[in-house]
């Protein structure tokens, strides 16, 4: 296009924003309209994209990061002809696609955008499967805005792709120096940004947002270089063309006050239509199926941890099939992920200690559509807690898998323990929970997870267990095991990871008191195995849940919630970890927080015999 | 002392960080040793600090960010005479204060440390306490290790520490080379650290952290360096002295392999002692107690968010007392701390859009004694989900608050909706989570949260609600308010927030359909009022839970733990957010998320009719 045509484009895109969110009477409208000289060009001139196959993997990516600019991105969608004009007045109505933020619900989004400082980090996920997986010359294109450069998330991400030398990664800076609630801390001080990235590594362009001819020149340098990412860092004016709103505080957020005189400012309706110019052919080389699956197997009566036969399970599942990654925060030797580094070191991804660029990276790759396991502690997990609510969002396929769970680590301390990871993931949309006991059930499970939809959780354990299941047992997700039990059982206790070995061994202690208990192993926290509970509830009356966990969000609640429609509920009890652990050894931690075999043996004499709890 | 002294007083730290891991048995040896030169001279030369009066205004503060080095830290207390030998040697063992890592059961810890790249966010909220409000020179003194570079939050702390000009804070950076599990990104590069942190603004100095001379000299520079915050940048050894471990792989973490040979190697036990400089004398400005409280009063039957109303009545409580803070992440004009900003300028920090930052910060100035409040929407509290479950660890009492809540926010969509924060909020151990429904029932939570132990959460909505309340009405924490009620109740609804509205037209539809029910509005999510819950259980048979969050980890959950002690419990029923919302109007959502009125007497109907919820 000729850049009179491409100055065309961008007032289409912002008239189109301005109707947009007039319609919706919501919506963000002078941060689209700042990028609209930007996205024009890249959309005319640089981007490379089939819109009407966008599962082609030689389909450059689109990111928009700041994602309340979702007018833009949906009128940018209108002059490309993927969606039409009707449509786009859809925007932010019940039942549309159009929605306030991007999210995947339309085919052209990857993932879902609107937390802000997202983008970034999961394009470098997407730019990592460019480069090493995928090994196809896409680019990874991120329209961010100078706001979000404040969350550390970014600068994780920043410092990440220039260390992995992504070249394919070309990220756009929508400088237009106005915040929600105001100015941002540098403002139109371009050099800020310019020299922060820089001294990561980055190749930096500076450029006047609005002149679309630099713009061109600068899309252009970003494409031609390699070997490193770089950033077009564009001065804008937010609101740009409407006098009403152009670079004025307190216009965040909201449609213009008078749209019809706006889009006669901006010199009305226009028709442009892009040909967006489709990718060179080309094939991933990703080979699903590699070989059958041969899963270790564990001699029952032996002892493992669930985080070792995790990494020997994982190493297995990556020799069986191609598409499985494992990534991790710096901790493979503590995760047992070095496990799968050794025998897959190609799809093997380090990312120092940076857990929500983990778990962006998961999210692109997905996208991308590669079977990523992002390890770490389960304590640490809770950095990247936004991320994975947002990986909810963008309907994403992964993995997570934290170790160390619990008082059971020992003598580290509360700030190593994963104590609240069960509730953070219970709490996720569409999330599976899952915590295994012994080393075959992990196996199995690690096998299982890569089946299922959303993001899936493993808890697993420092510490060695008993194994105390077969090697060829199944374990199905929703399931739970009934280890100890008959007619006549007094009271159930449902366990899971260290705690069923607890529950064991109190079991066994009050058998031999002459009270026969049942054990079930609720190795599935969510979704949570409703008729065994039901059958528990009827044959026993009560249920105790033990958990190496918070009181609260975990297995007692899992437990509890399982009785929450409406039936008669048993009595319940619940033991959990209710105080603030210190350092001791594993048992001792295990006993100080009340969750150990006499602990559990002293609270079912409690409930069976006077029916009230400790 | 002279630097022989001081390369003494070095070896004996690490001689004890080597004994102390030995007598435990576990630890980080080799990462204390690193920095036994950097910290040794700190001690003795430049820390001023009075172990005898921790709570000395003047105190500087000394911030082990690497928290796994604490036989250091230990050793450097007994170093200054803190604690004795005996006490060293309990290190990791049961009912010890010498924790795996820091916590501040030691008092002369202020915050606790474990989880890498939290020290320096931290102690930029001590610096902005020194230099924005105590107005005392103290310094914040931290020590980081390498590894911990590559979190985000670090960043975030690393830009706001330069805008806001924290010439008190003083960053010592171990660049030990070795992360837990291999090399860093950057290894021994200190160039690549220096470049990065002077972009940002900060002051910078290379130094060999072994040459105690070089050392001291670097630390000196940077106590002389006003105006913008400094880095000391030091190249170390892992394990420094003892060859066996000396800059090896696979030293992480665990104790010497011969502890008395690298104890000979390291010249055996040593006695110094170090008279640590006491602070010059100091007092704090603030004042306590500056007028009676004046909450805002809102007239029942007007409508009013209660966001809006968190807005005004934190702005009294500021004008009541003098040590309440504001603290947003860019976001005050939607939070409503705007409100107190315009009558407390002084008192309002701006952490812009870093959720790490705002609550770090937090934590931070209550360390120093101030009453944070940090505000940003509840979905994004997520983003600061580890340093929320630090500030328990370390003991912290921070009010944070969540606006935004739910899928009432209408169009905005999912991304910008709270639907886990209650999860969150209730797994912290000690915290309190509040939910008000109205505006007067908020002023008088906002106000009763200050008075709080540990972490306090207060959930605010975004649109109008009508207020039900008087102003004069008392909210007690860990009670509820029956709305509606009495003889013949046939189901109980508890709800908070918006759906106490919704469940209050609910009950009165249903009351003309014949069917009297219970409404209890259940503001105190944590703790629990059990009592009316019973009452409610056992005089209407079953209770009805509806909230706009997800099924998981919220309101459903905690009156299912009030039930979950081993008593007979009622029928319970949930209505939560199950599915995932998309944009519409608020009313749309309510109702398409299930917990509208309607959704609400149709599943009481259900419940009272044949015994099945929806």
């Given at each position: 296009m000729r850049y009179e045509e491409l100055t065309e484009l961008a007032r289409q895109l912002r008239v189109d924003s301005v109707r947009a969110a007039d319609a919706a009477g919501s919506g963000h409208p002078t941060s689209s309209m700042s990028a609209a000289d930007l996205t024009a060009v890249l959309l005319a001139h640089h981007l490379r994209y089939d819109f009407s196959d966008p599962g082609n993997p030689a389909n450059d990516r689109l990111v928009f990061s700041k994602g309340h600019a979702s007018p833009l991105l949906y009128s940018l969608y209108k002059a490309a002809g993927a969606i039409d004009d009707e449509e786009l007045l859809t925007f932010r109505k019940r039942d549309s696609r159009l929605e306030g933020h991007p999210t995947p619900l339309l085919p052209w989004v990857d993932v879902a955008t609107?937390?802000?400082?997202q983008g970034l980090p999961v394009g470098v996920g997407m730019a990592l499967a460019g480069r090493?997986?995928?090994?196809?010359?896409y680019r990874i294109w991120v329209l961010s805005g100078d706001?979000?450069?404040?969350?550390g998330s970014v600068w994780e991400a920043v410092e990440h792709a220039a260390f992995e030398q992504l070249g394919n990664l070309k990220l756009i800076i929508d400088v237009n120096r106005l915040g929600q609630r105001g100015p941002t801390r540098h403002q139109h001080d371009l050099g800020a940004y310019a020299r922060r990235l820089r001294a990561f590594g980055w190749h930096t362009v500076e450029v006047d947002g609005h002149d679309v001819e630099a713009v061109d020149k600068a899309l252009g340098e970003a494409v031609r270089v390699e070997g490193r990412p770089t950033a077009v860092i564009a001065a804008t004016r937010k609101g740009r063309g409407v006098a009403a709103v152009e670079d004025r505080e307190g216009r965040h957020g909201k449609p213009l006050p008078d749209a019809e005189a706006a889009i006669e400012e901006l010199g009305g309706p226009r028709f442009v239509r892009v040909e967006v110019e489709a990718p060179p052919a080309a094939r991933v080389r990703?080979?699903?199926?590699?070989?059958p699956l041969a899963l270790p197997r564990f001699e029952p009566g032996t002892r493992e941890a669930t985080r070792t036969a995790y990494g020997h399970a994982l190493a297995a599942l990556g020799s069986a099939r191609g598409d499985v990654v494992a990534l991790d925060a710096e901790v493979g030797d503590s995760t047992r992920t070095e496990y799968f580094k050794e025998e897959h070191p190609d799809r093997y991804l380090e990312f120092y200690i940076a857990e929500q660029q983990l778990v962006a990276a998961a999210v692109g790759l997905q996208a991308r559509g590669w079977v990523p396991y992002a390890s770490t502690f389960a304590a640490f997990l809770t950095r990247a807690h936004d991320f994975i609510r947002m990986a909810a969002v963008s309907r994403a396929d992964i993995n997570l898998v934290g170790s160390h769970a619990g008082v059971a680590i020992g003598e580290d301390g509360p700030s190593q323990m994963g104590l609240e990871d069960l509730a953070m993931l219970r709490s996720v949309h569409g999330s599976t929970v899952l915590y295994p006991c012994d080393a075959n059930q992990t196996a199995r499970l690690v096998a299982a997870m890569a089946e299922l939809d959303g993001v899936r959780y493993l808890r697993t354990s420092r510490g060695e267990t008993p194994v105390v299941y077969g090697p060829d047992e199944d374990f199905p997700v929703g399931g739970s095991k009934v280890l100890r039990g008959g007619d006549g059982d007094r009271a159930a206790i449902v366990a899971a990871g260290v705690t069923v070995h607890e529950a064991l061994r109190a079991a066994d202690a009050l058998a031999a008191d002459g009270i026969p208990v049942r054990v079930v192993d609720l190795y599935s926290v969510k979704p949570v195995d409703v008729e065994t509970l039901d059958d528990a509830a009827r044959e026993t009356g009560c249920i105790l849940t033990v958990e190496d966990h918070r009181p609260e969000g975990g297995i007692g609640d899992a437990v509890a919630e399982a009785f929450s429609d409406g039936r008669p509920a048993p009595r319940l009890a619940r033991l959990a970890v209710g105080g603030m652990p210190a350092s001791a050894t594993p048992d001792e931690q295990l006993h100080a927080a009340g969750i150990d075999a006499e602990s559990i043996a002293a609270a079912v004499k409690l409930l069976v015999g006077r029916g009230v709890a400790p």
């Open positions: 609107g937390s802000l400082g090493y997986l995928d090994r196809v010359p706001s979000e450069m404040a969350e990703r080979v699903r199926d590699l070989a």
